[in-house]
């Protein structure tokens, strides 16, 4: 029996920074399992220099990065989602479309280094820090026996990961 495959839309405000982030690693960390997608509620139509900079110098690679809408992915030819996860709060606040195939939710809100004014070296370390946080919570999501766990355990789970509290959960599961 084969390893099923997942798709995975991460939302931000803009579809600049952190979406773009989570779009390359879970695409890279999800080692073909899991296909990343990412969109904006008012995307800014580009993507930040400093998000593709982080990638590149953390060795993550990215094809075809670009800002766009989440309408695209509330459409009936867009693919169904297994996971929607709001990666800002402005986004998690926001009336979001109806899903295609119901996928799972949850908020995993990381701090907009797009937003960090300062020098380039301050603005480069709120880049550094965001794919971080990404990375450590996209980690323990891939790791998952997403195929073990009912709805509700997942969900305990996702939402844990969105907290911080994943450790705890980890500890008791």
Not at 6 to 14: I, R
Not at 29 to 48: D, N, T
Not at 101 to 119: C, K, L, N, R, Y
């Amino acid at each position: 029996m084969s390893e099923p495959h997942y798709n995975v839309l991460f939302l931000c405000t803009g579809n600049s920074a952190r979406s773009i982030m989570a779009e390359a690693l879970i695409e890279f960390w999800g080692r073909g399992r899991f296909h990343g997608f990412s969109a904006g509620s008012h995307p800014r139509g580009e993507v930040h220099p400093l998000a593709l900079d982080t990638l590149r110098a953390l060795r993550v690679p990215i094809s075809d990065p670009r800002s766009k809408d989440w309408s695209e992915f509330a459409s009936a030819d867009a693919p169904v989602m297994n996971f929607v996860f709001t990666v800002c709060d402005n986004a998690a606040g926001e009336q979001c479309p109806a899903w295609p195939g119901q996928p799972m939710t949850a908020h995993w809100g990381i701090a907009d280094p797009a937003a960090v004014e300062g020098s380039e070296v301050e603005k480069t370390l709120a880049f550094r820090r965001a794919f971080a946080e990404l990375e450590r919570r996209i980690k323990i999501f891939v790791s998952l026996p997403l195929t073990a766990m009912d709805r509700l355990q997942l969900q305990t789970r996702l939402d844990a990961i969105g907290t911080g509290a994943d450790d705890a959960v980890n500890e008791s599961a």
